[in-house]
Structures are given as structure tokens and as C-alpha cells.
């Protein structure tokens, strides 16, 4: 099992960049392929990102692709959502997720280990 800690939200304004990082602790050594996910209380948890073990594999939803970059660590057991040209509409709760194996995935089913998320604000 593995634990996931999320940090670096918080209130930006739009145009701004930010960097979100997620923390695994646990069982470390298993292969993981990991994504990031977004909620607005009263929606779906959303795909964002999803990153395969060796990092040389990614994909995103098409509604982050050019401003955002996931990437990944795993000397240091951590994972990495860089957002750029944030806009209002990317206010939400930001979650880690793991999946054990080497693949990522795009939907929530796919992942059993999550953070407990970080809160990203954009003010327009």
C-alpha cells in the first residue's frame, strides 16, 4: 500500500503558474503509474494527467494540454503537476492518484491509492 500527500495549491491569479507536488510514502518500491485528477464540489472528479512508472509516457485531458506538464521523481518517491496559464476554470480540487503497475490510466476506477487533495484557486 502506498500513502499519497499533495501540496503547493493555493490562490493565484489567472495567467499565474503554479506547481503541485504529491508525496508517496509506503510500500515505494512497487511500480506505480500515477495521474492527477480535479473535483468542483458538485462535479465529477476529473481526469488531468496520468504519468507511466519510468515518466517517458504521458497523457492529458484536452482541456490542459500546452499549459500543463505532469512529470515525476521516483528518487524522491514524488510526483509533479506544473500548471501554467492558469485560468478561473481550473479552480478545483487537485488529487494524486496511484495504480500499481507500470501504465497510468484516465479514469478513477483505474486507481486504487489517493491523496487527499490539494485546493487550487484562480481568481480572474
Known amino acids: 500500500q502506498v500513502q499519497l500527500v499533495e501540496s503547493g495549491g493555493g490562490l493565484v491569479q489567472t495567467g499565474d503558474s503554479l506547481r503541485l507536488s504529491c508525496t508517496a510514502s509506503?510500500?515505494?518500491?512497487?511500480?506505480?503509474?500515477m495521474g492527477w485528477f480535479r473535483q468542483v464540489p458538485g462535479q465529477e472528479r476529473v481526469f488531468v494527467a496520468g504519468i507511466n512508472w519510468i515518466g517517458n509516457n504521458t497523457t492529458y485531458a484536452d482541456f490542459v494540454k500546452g499549459r500543463f506538464t505532469i512529470s515525476r521523481d521516483n528518487a524522491k518517491n514524488t510526483l509533479y503537476l506544473q500548471m501554467s496559464r492558469l485560468k478561473p476554470e481550473d479552480t478545483a480540487m487537485y488529487y494524486c492518484a496511484a495504480r500499481p503497475g507500470y501504465y497510468s490510466g484516465t479514469s478513477m476506477e483505474e486507481y486504487p491509492y489517493w491523496g487527499q487533495g490539494t485546493q487550487v484557486t484562480v481568481s480572474s
Open positions: 509506503g510500500r515505494t518500491s512497487s511500480r506505480y503509474g
